[in-house]
C-alpha cells in the first residue's frame, strides 16, 4: 500500500548533523511535490523544506536555508533531508510527505500521503 517511512532522528549536540531519509513505497516519488515537515507538541506542523512536481527547485524556509538540503533520488525512491549546524529549537518530530502540488508543496494542506514521522532531539 502506500506508505513513506522515515529514518535517521535521534539525538544531537546543537551544531551537529543528522541525515534523515523517507523511503516511498506504493507510488512512485517522482509524480509527485514532495516535503519535510516537523511539529513540537502543541504547535502546528511547519514546513521545512519541499521540491514541487511542477519543477526541481528546492524551497526552504528560512530558518532551514543554509543549514539544511533536501534531495530525492528517484531511482530509490527515497528523500533525504540533510541537516547541519543544528539547534536546540529545530528540535521536533519531522515528517515527509507527498502531494499533489495543487498548493505550494511548503503547505502541509497540500500534502496527501504522510510519513509517521522521526524524533530529532537536539540538546547538549
Known amino acids: 500500500q502506500v506508505q513513506l517511512v522515515e529514518s535517521g532522528g535521534g539525538l544531537v549536540q546543537p551544531g551537529g548533523s543528522l541525515r534523515l531519509s523517507c523511503v516511498a513505497s506504493?507510488?512512485?516519488?517522482?509524480?509527485?511535490?514532495i516535503g519535510w515537515f516537523r511539529q513540537v507538541p502543541g504547535k502546528e506542523r511547519e514546513g521545512v523544506s519541499c521540491?514541487?512536481?511542477?519543477?526541481?527547485?528546492?524551497y526552504y524556509l528560512d530558518f532551514a536555508k543554509g543549514r539544511f538540503t533536501i534531495s530525492r533520488d528517484n531511482a530509490k525512491n527515497t528523500i533525504y533531508l540533510q541537516m547541519d549546524s543544528l539547534k536546540p529549537e529545530d528540535t521536533a518530530t519531522y515528517y515527509c510527505?507527498?502531494?499533489?502540488?495543487?498548493?505550494?508543496?511548503?503547505?502541509?494542506?497540500?500534502?496527501?500521503?504522510w510519513g509517521k514521522g522521526t524524533l530529532v532531539t537536539v540538546s547538549s
Open positions: 510527505a507527498a502531494g499533489s502540488g495543487w498548493v505550494h508543496c511548503s503547505d502541509p494542506v497540500g500534502m496527501h500521503i
Open positions: 506504493g507510488f512512485t516519488l517522482d509524480h509527485y511535490a
Open positions: 521540491i514541487m512536481n511542477s519543477d526541481d527547485s528546492p
